[in-house]
Structure formats: C-alpha cells, structure tokens
C-alpha cells in the first residue's frame, strides 16, 4: 500500500536533507514538506509543501487527514543555544509539538513517527566517555531538559497506547546544503564556511571540547534506516543513542588546515562553552548497532573533505 509521510521542520538543517531523501525514496509527491516559513528554492520545488505550526493542532491534523498522511517525521525544534535565551518558547514547543504527533498517533490518525532526541539528555554528572544508553541524565539546558521529558513521554506513549514512535539521540551535525540554526556544535560547520571565505574563524568553544558529532548523510541513513526496522526489532522507544565521530575544534581546525594551509583559528569561548561542558564528549551506541545494524561511514577526515569540495561549489 502507498503511504504518504509528512516532515514538519522540514526546511532545518535535517528536515531539508531528510526530505530529499526520502523524496528520492518513496516519491515527490508522496511526500509532503512543511514548515513554519518557506525554504530554500531547491526543497520548495522538490514537492508539495505545507505553511504549518507545528504547536497547532487542529491544523496539523486537517493535513494529516488531506494528504492521507501515515507517517510524520517532526523535526521542529529550538535548539540548545536558542533555548537558553527563551526557555518557556522552547519548551512550548519543543513539547507541544511532540504531544500533537503523540495524540495523532494515540487517536489511531497516524501509524508511525520520527522524533529526534539529542546527546542534551545527558547532564554535568553523565560519565562523559563513551557514554552507555542507560546512565545518569541530568540534563541542565532548556533543551535537554525538553528532550529528557519527550523521550519519557515517546516511551509511556508506546507503552501505553501502543503509539509507534521511533527516536534517535542525535548529536551534532555537520552539513552542507543547510546551516544549522542556535545549536552548541553549530561551530563544526560554521568552521568551514568562514575557512573559504575569510581564512579563518573565531571558535565559540574552547579548543579542547571534545562533542560528539556527524556528518549528515549518515544522520540521514540513520533516520531512514530505524524508521523501517521491523517493530520487533526497535527495543528501545525513548531514544537510540547514536555515534559517529568525536573530535575537539583544534582537532577539526588540523583537518581543515590540511586542505587550505593557511587556514588560522582562534578561540572565543562563550555562554555555549558551559552548555557543551555539560555534554558527553563520546558515545556509546551498541544498542543500534545490535537492534538495527547501525554503522556509520564518515571520520573528520572525509567530512572535511567533502564539506569543503560542495562549499567550494
Ligand atoms: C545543538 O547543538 O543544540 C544540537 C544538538 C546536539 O542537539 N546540534
């Protein structure tokens, strides 16, 4: 049977790839773009497209009944650095957001979702390496402490009313095609506009920060991949810890520097310094590679090269 997927956020930094993707996947018209604004010209021709809040209910669910909508991948979101400036905004909707899909998903009007968490669940007392699935979460950011709460609810939901939802705990990423907006690991992709357009960069995080981060198209494989596990095999409903590659901003400074050697940073910490002090600097994710053969592809090394070769265009 046809099914038909709607993205909210989809002009974000993941909801642009992910619709791509997943345009490429199942169909253009099968699936459906919306956002609070319009995009870039390239997604808003790429298929339908919706204006939605994602904080509206009775809007969000006359789409779902017009497109026949059975899948929803909710990508909205205020991200750490923002929510830290507007915390009752982001809670707001951070979680009305999540509990729109939920109920949709409890009243039977939806079969499945996709909701991102983020290595922000975990807080200044989180064993910092490695960092197993289940371990001390005391997150002490807005969006943490948003992201905490929506996985309890994704697991209560699932258990209680038997609501599909699936969930990976992203940490940051790196893209080309869209910026990311008011995140803490932003700094790993603004370092590489600024390198080819200015030679340099002023970080916002202290050399040594170690976070745990992505390139995108892994993000993407992710996503798409335990979104079509068997329901069996998705043991974990709050959300998957996720690995990729961890690295400090001197050590993604030496990778730029090896394709443009006079490439020059400096260091300019900020109030993002304590919120990614507070984050894990490695993650452990065997739970995904067990339940759903979860491996990712890309180190700094060819992140780097293939951020700069597109940004070059
Ligand atoms: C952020 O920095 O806020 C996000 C995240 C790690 O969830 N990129």
């Excluded at 520097?257 to 600097?281: E, H, M, T, V």
């Amino acid at each position: 049977m046809q099914k038909y997927i709607l993205i909210i956020g989809a002009c974000g930094q993941i909801g642009t790839e992910l619709t791509f993707a997943l345009r490429e996947k199942y169909g253009k018209d099968n699936v459906v773009a919306s956002d609070i604004r319009e995009g870039t010209d390239n997604l808003m021709q790429s298929g339908p497209f919706e204006i939605l809040d994602a904080t509206d209910y009775d809007a969000l669910e006359e789409l779902i009944a017009y497109y026949e909508i059975s899948e929803v991948y909710l990508m909205a979101a205020m991200l750490s650095a923002t929510a830290e400036k507007f915390p009752m905004r982001a809670w707001n909707l951070n979680m009305n957001s999540l509990f729109n899909v939920l109920n949709l998903g409890k009243e039977k009007k939806i079969d499945k979702i996709f909701w991102p968490s983020s290595i922000a669940v975990f807080g200044p007392n989180t064993p910092k390496e490695n960092t197993p699935q289940n371990t001390i979460m005391e997150p002490s950011t807005v969006y943490g402490i948003s992201k905490q709460s929506g996985e309890r609810w994704c697991e209560y939901y699932f258990n209680k009313y038997d609501v599909d939802v699936r969930s990976i705990r992203y940490p940051g990423l790196i893209s080309w095609k869209t910026m990311p907006g008011g995140g803490t690991t932003d700094y790993a992709v603004e370092i590489y506009h600024k390198a080819l357009s200015e030679g340099s960069y002023a970080c916002f995080l202290k050399k040594d920060t170690a976070l745990p981060m992505m390139f995108m198209d892994d993000a993407i494989k992710a996503t798409i991949q335990l979104m079509e596990a068997d329901d069996d095999a998705v043991k974990i409903r709050s959300s998957y810890n996720l690995a990729g590659m961890s690295f400090t901003p001197k050590e993604m400074a030496e990778s730029v520097k090896k394709q443009l050697p006079s490439f020059q940073i400096s260091y300019a910490p900020d109030f993002r310094q304590a919120i990614a002090d507070s984050w894990p600097s490695s993650i452990d994710d065997v739970e995904a590679q067990q339940d759903w053969n979860w491996k990712a592809e890309f180190n700094l090394e060819r992140t780097t090269q293939v951020m700069l070769e597109n940004l070059k265009g």
